[in-house]
């Protein structure tokens, strides 16, 4: 039997664990339950992956975001391992031949999101399944005290009560001592290994900074801190505006939200990962699966709702463990548009009620019917037909989805998919008996071979088009004839959000809505936000250790390169600030530099301390940047 490490150099390519990973993953192979508080970066996934390829069976992990499953499935792929996701994208006969693949394949990997759980299909075949392990990921959104509560994750306990003998793993980033003795108690855990990992980022400066000019002061960040740089922005507007803002200014940028397509998505992202646009500008949707180690900057243009979120944005920087920084940047008013905001996601029964029926007549579902089905869902379209504010609409479907009632799933790509409905010997007497649709065939054979029989195949009709010497066209209407035929099943490509209903279409009338509830979800939410805006005001106590306090971490130790402790160092330091002052007023004098040529010929003994020195110039116009960004004397 292989060991850990040898199946982590073999996959991943590591020679060694980071803590507490061994430890996390003894206890898992020990037969144990296991809960995982590893902050984003910490290498959450190795925990469950690696002993899973050391046991016998397939490993069942659940996950709700849609795009996030099928990252970790590809990533898995590419490394020689197989595994297969289902989702609420997926047809009946393709999640059918997934289970059995699973059951009878050598399928490693089944991720599914929890809402798959409860469904007639799953369940049958759950029991034919060899399961080693249960690893739930995003394991707050079990909690009612968590920031992204989802009532499908409270079937999990039902699927522990199937594999009884089956150990489970329970990941996060962000959980309070509420949220972990909420996940222990609703999965049922059985006396838990309880594995963290401090919340402190040694590499990791936590600023905050307001001002007057947000577009300005953004400039002078990006210009004194080099490197990759992610700017979270709150609209998808805001993200294009600002980028395009951003390029004018002589900084390389381009932008993400769930409104591109899936090839735009791919190409902003490639290009900013591939180091060809510095900035990333993107809304809260961009991140997820993300490897790309070496951000040096996380800038927050919009206050986050939520410190949990925000610790999980800013913790893309830096992964590399190397300095980095993790930065707000803030309006005075900036904290009164957030308490609306959160205001406004907190909807009346009412707009609940309203938008459950213009949902049902929308999709045009019978009372009683519905449940399990998945339509695609456009809201513009949407809020167009029955006049409602695109911000009411979007908050009621959250607050409905946390009820149990839908389920939203943002925008993914699904590329297109065949599977071949007919045995090898039907197909060739088709083709001998249809030259027209032969050629088709023979080239979708070439391209995907016998594994079209076995399973669903994701293809491309470009590739198969040029392979054949047909227009795309021609080929789309050709496989939708052989579909209609019955030799086939292709399901198109598509790009859309897709609302799942988790129970059949009631009665507006009588809609179940748990009132105690959304009156404690709004609390919270208010509770929540007060504390980012305590997070963002508060000039007296180190940030990370805030941030660790929040996470009942609690600690005496500062981190010393925060805001609140550089400010702090340098009031105890002011013969070394004057000394930085003066410097600097005598090199720029003598000739205009860049930020790094300053900093060379300064070399000082405290990087962060030099930094805070030159912006304080800046900010009382001591010194300025060019349009070339180099910095002068005023």
Known sequence: MDTPEQILKRYWGYDHFRPPQSEIIASVLAGKDVVALLPTGGGKSVCFQVPSMILDGVCLVITPLIALMEDQVSQLKRRGIAAIAIHSGMSRGEIDIALDNCAYGKIKFLYLSPERIQTDLFLGRIEKIKVNLIAVDEAHCISQWGYDFRPSYLLIADLKALKPDVPTIALTA????????????????DQPGVYSKSFARENLSFVVRETENKEKLLLQVLQKVNGAAIVYVRSRKATEKL???????????????????????????????????????ATNAFGMGIDKANVRTVIHMDLPETLEAYYQEAGRAGRDGKRSYAVIIFHPLDVKSLRDKVEQSQPEIDQLKKTYQALSNYFRLAEGSGMGES?????????????????????????????????????????????????????????VANDHFDILLKGLLRLYGGELFSTYVNISETQVSRAVSWTIPETKIALNQLRQLQFLDYEQATDSPQITWLTPRQDVARLQLNKVQLKERRSLAIKKMETMIEYVRQTHRCRTQFIQSYFDEETFETCGVCDVCLEKKKKDSMTEVKDYHDQILILLKQQPMTSEELEKAVNPDDHELLIEVIREMLDANEIKYDEYWVLRVV
């Open 375 to 431: 339509f695609d869902f456009d809201l513009s379209a949407f809020v167009k037909r029955y006049e409602f504010a695109p911000v009411a609409v979007y908050a009621a479907l959250k607050k409905l989805q946390e009820q149990g009632l839908i389920q939203l799933s943002e925008s993914f790509y699904r590329p297109s998919r065949l599977h071949f409905q007919v045995t090898k010997q039907k197909l060739y007497e088709f083709q």
């Open 243 to 281: 980028s395009a803002w951003l390029s004018k200014n002589k900084v390389s940028a381009t932008f993400y939200h769930a409104g591109l397509t899936h090839n735009q998505r791919n190409e902003h992202q490639l290009k900013w990962i591939d180091g060809d646009d510095r900035v990333m500008v």
């Open 174 to 189: 962000t959980a309070t001592k509420e949220v972990k003795s909420d996940i222990i108690e609703k999965l049922k855990l």
